[in-house]
């Protein structure tokens, strides 16, 4: 069965870096996008970044130049490098796995910026 695990979350102050995974199982990683998402309290979830299987990305607005997704398909595994990071970007983050009419999500791990 499709596994998405999330790690890397954490507690940082404002200003600092984190590197989320999500390592992919259960299905050929590397014939499909993947996307992170999040959720802070009391807000829908929105979608952060996205990559597709030829490694092309977007961004959401709110984070493009700080943000950076990647991944290697040799592991399974899909990255989001978050730079500059501000009390803003606090939330839950998942990753996001579509295939066909089904989507997959992980549990999450969260984030939180703050001094």
């Known amino acids: 069965q499709v596994q998405l695990v999330e790690s890397g979350g954490g507690l940082v102050q404002p200003g600092g870096s984190l590197r989320l995974s999500c390592a992919g199982s259960?299905?050929?990683?590397?014939?499909?996008?993947m996307g992170w998402y999040r959720q802070a309290p009391g807000k829908q979830r929105e979608l952060v970044a996205a990559i597709t299987r030829g490694s092309s990305t977007n961004y959401a607005d709110s984070v493009k130049g700080r943000f950076t997704i990647s991944r290697d398909n040799a592991k399974n595994t899909v990255y989001l490098q978050m730079n500059s990071l501000k009390p803003e970007d606090t939330a839950v983050y998942y990753c996001q796995l579509v295939v066909g009419a089904l989507t997959y999500w992980g549990q999450g791990t969260q984030v939180t910026v703050s001094s």
């Open positions: 259960g299905y050929i990683f590397r014939r499909y996008a």
